[in-house]
């Protein structure tokens, strides 16, 4: 069975720092990936995808990258974290077209 | 950008009673996804639908895709306080093929 890991499942950073979340994917190959932020009680607003290795669609142009090193792993980085980065950062995976995603547990970020 | 509107926006009732949640788009979804999901948590995918007009139920709760494949319905009936959540509806198939539009969450209360 396939399951999807992120950490660290809490942060706290000062504003300025760096970030780097990562996210992967056990029990499949080739998979599409995820990256969304989520406000309080809200829906979804996507920040990255990807379809391969070295594949990367940005959506919303911010001070956030993602980078996929290896089939299974996805990362999301920023050089200086601002504070309206603050949020519920979530990974999920799709295989084939993009319906049906699985989501990860999330990591809730606090930049202070 | 294909947009996805849930209503409502927040439902309370009471253990037992019978809720209904709505997702409209002018927009035709060859899929449409329901997750729930829970505070501090990832969304957790209740049903994918993709034929017009079809119905499916998981116990107690019904989904509907509207025939033209630009709305869809959950019902819960008989609702327990373990069905208090986030829902997310989400459709797929659109001009982005790699992509998911989600709606902004409906969230319910079950009072015990």
């Known amino acids: 069975s396939q399951t999807i890991h992120q950490w660290p499942a809490t942060l706290v950073q000062p504003v300025g720092s760096p970030l780097s979340l990562e996210c992967t994917v056990e029990?499949?190959?080739?998979?599409?990936l995820y990256w969304y932020r989520q406000a309080a009680g809200r829906g979804l607003q996507l920040l990255f995808y990807?379809?391969?290795?070295?594949?990367i669609s940005s959506e919303v142009p911010q001070n956030l990258s993602a980078s996929r090193p290896q089939d299974r792993q996805f990362i999301l980085s920023s050089k200086k974290l601002l504070l309206s980065d603050s949020g519920f950062y979530l990974c999920?995976?799709?295989?084939?077209?993009?319906?049906?995603?699985?989501f990860g547990p999330g990591t809730r970020l606090t930049v202070l | 950008t294909q947009l996805l509107e849930q209503s409502p926006q927040f439902l309370s009732i009471q253990e037992g009673e019978n809720l209904t949640v709505y997702c409209n788009s002018s927009?035709?979804?060859?899929?449409l996804q329901w997750y729930r999901q829970e505070p501090g948590e990832g969304p957790v995918l209740l049903v994918t639908?993709?034929?017009?007009?079809e119905v499916k139920k998981l116990k107690r709760l019904t989904f509907q895709f509207g025939d033209a494949r630009k709305d869809s319905s959950l019902h819960i009936t008989a609702a327990q306080p373990g069905d208090t959540g986030l829902y997310l509806c989400?459709?797929?198939?659109?001009?982005?093929?790699?992509?998911?539009?989600f709606g902004a969450g409906t969230t319910v209360t079950v009072r015990a």
């Open positions: 999920a995976w799709s295989w084939g077209g993009p319906d049906t995603q699985y």
């Open positions: 029990g499949t190959s080739n998979p599409n």
């Open positions: 990807s379809v391969g290795i070295g594949q």
């Open positions: 927009s035709v979804f060859s899929s």
């Open positions: 639908v993709v034929t017009g007009g």
């Open positions: 989400a459709g797929g198939g659109g001009a982005d093929d790699y992509k998911l539009s």
